[in-house]
């Protein structure tokens, strides 16, 4: 089992939720969360001062998949947010030791089922 990490723009929060149904994705963890990587901020003009902003919006999102639909998903996932323009974000994996679902006590892959 694997944990997806995506960061990706802001603007497409609503289109990637729904994205994501068509993919065997069970569920996740949706965050607003800000950062900076080569894209770097921009300056905004405010009461006719320039100000920097380093701190871009984002959203994350983590989810835990099968191995067996890893691959896939991730070829997925690369395919919707790929614009080739600076900040289209990334995308990261980690290996899962164990997961249980709470409610019913059920333990590794059943757990996301």
Known sequence: MKKITVIFRENIKKDLLKFLKTIPVKGGTLSDVTGFGRQYG???LVS???FEIIDLPKCRIE???LDSDLEHILEKLQEFLQTGRMGDGKIWVEAVERVIRIRTGETGDEAIR
């Open 42 to 44: 921009h300056k905004e």
């Open 48 to 50: 006719g001062k320039n």
């Open 63 to 65: 989810m835990l998949v």
